[in-house]
């Protein structure tokens, strides 16, 4: 009776407002790049919003992320109420039970995200993980550059024309080199951008038979390309060079011409950070036998794991973070330029954000081209454009790209790379029991 007595009276002095209830905590793993930096210094305006909630950070680089995530979900440790996973996670994990479905309602309106983005995060129907922001790569070249050189980009042109114009275009001695790429090594690194390569050039990770494909006439010709190309108008060390190291030098005018993440056309054409803001022009990701897989896709998004016991508190910050009114509040805050782009509609047909995103057009015609489940010209087994969406594929994926950057810096020849690379994969797949 007692018990029941003192309950009441908890009950009655949380009615009067004597008692306050402890907030949820809300852990959120993320990645440490701007756009997710700028989310953070929003937080206030969710937290004056949901004053029952508190949000509490964890910001990792990439590779940390990816191996933190990986092993909390896998283990069911709970350390995460929130995590950012990327477009290659979400069915795996998804399949596996391992995230809790995005509980949408009207107001978030679910038609107004991206196709393409929004079928890769879906499984039998359901929503597994909210785009924070999505991408796929194009050419961003100096348009300067190519009007000195007398050469007009198409909309889509080929991997001759853009080698066309790397060559004429390339100065070292000015400090202009002809061809920004990737090279450092990793399954999201090099190789992201060397699956499309190899893509368009007739290629694909495995046969329908799980069966590698990489020591290929498809693949030695994608290589042969990339490594005799950044030979002759890449930058010096190109071979420990990524997304940020090429950003960086298409920024100080350094590169003529570069094909990577959309994202990056809205900082290269900032005047804040770019020295040649007003020179750049875009284009479609180059093509070479097949328009097909010749750009990739990607979008970093936040997901529930299923261990979460806060799973009330997790669907209200995430639809507030992935929604209309957040980028809304982006571009009040910090302008439209600043704004997370590549999942929803409506940001691209709002008249704001036209006006100062001149790649918008380019981007958005790259995401909706991409597709998932059709990305090589002989049929493959796998979902995903520049990986394989089966767990095996990180493994495999980094020891390819060990190889290939290697094959970059001369340590290796392209053959050598190629078969080396070939013999780690078909490893891999027996040991994990795709073919004998």
């Known amino acids: ?5 003192k309950a009441g009276l908890v009950l009655a002095l949380i009615g ?20 997710m930096i700028e989310m953070q210094k929003l937080t206030p305006f969710f937290e004056k919003a949901n004053p029952d909630i508190k949000l509490k950070w964890v910001t990792l680089e990439e590779g940390t992320l990816r191996q933190r995530v990986t092993t909390d979900i896998a283990t069911k440790g709970g350390q995460f109420d929130v995590m950012t996973i990327g477009l290659y996670e979400a069915p795996i994990w998804s399949k596996k039970g391992w995230l809790k479905p995005i509980a949408t309602d009207a107001a978030y309106d679910v038609d107004d995200l991206l196709p393409a983005i929004r079928n890769g995060l879906s499984t039998d129907g359901k929503l597994y993980a909210a785009p924070f922001y999505g991408e796929s790569s194009m050419l961003m070249y100096r348009k300067d550059l190519a009007d000195k050189a007398g050469i007009k980009f198409p909309d889509q042109p080929t991997w001759a ?27 999201g690194d090099n190789m992201a951008f060397l699956t499309t390569l190899v893509n368009t050039n007739g290629g694909q990770w495995f046969d329908m038979q799980w069966k590698p494909q990489i020591d290929t006439k498809a693949w030695k010709d994608a290589i042969t390309f990339y490594v005799d190309m950044m030979k002759k108008d890449g930058p010096p060390g190109a071979s420990a060079n990524s997304f940020n190291e090429n950003l960086a030098l298409f920024n100080e005018g350094k590169c003529a011409a570069w094909v990577d993440a959309t994202i990056a056309a809205s900082f290269i054409s900032d005047p804040k950070q770019s020295k040649v803001a007003d020179k750049v022009a875009f284009a479609q990701a180059p093509t070479a036998t097949t328009p097909k897989g010749a750009n990739w ?16 508190a997790a669907q209200k910050f995430i ?11 982006v571009a009040k805050e910090t302008g439209w330029a600043s704004v997370p782009t590549g999942t ?4 691209y047909a709002n008249p704001e954000f036209q006006k100062v995103a001149k790649f918008a057009e380019a981007e958005k015609k790259a995401i909706d081209s991409a597709n998932l489940t059709d990305s090589t010209l002989p049929k493959s087994p796998y979902v995903g454009v520049q990986y394989a969406a089966i767990p095996e594929f990180q493994a495999i994926g980094v020891a390819v790209g060990q190889q290939m950057s290697a094959a970059l810096s001369g340590k290796v020849t392209v053959d050598q790379a190629l078969k080396t690379s070939q013999t780690a994969a078909e ?4 040991k994990a029991g795709y073919y004998k």
């Open 297 to 312: 896709l990607w979008s970093w998004n936040l997901a529930i794991p299923a261990s979460s016991t806060k799973d009330e």
């Open 1 to 5: 009776m007692k018990r029941f007595l």
């Open 16 to 35: 009067t407002g004597l008692v306050s209830q402890a907030a949820t905590e809300l852990v959120i793993a993320t990645v440490n790049n701007g756009h």
């Open 319 to 329: 639809k507030w973070a992935t929604s209309k009114d957040y980028i809304n509040l």
């Open 161 to 187: 024309q853009v080698k066309e114009f790397a060559d004429k275009v390339n100065d070292p001695k000015a400090g202009v080199y002809g061809m920004c790429l990737r090279g450092k090594p990793g399954w």
């Open 427 to 430: 490893r891999e797949m027996k």
């Open 344 to 347: 929803r509609k409506s940001t």
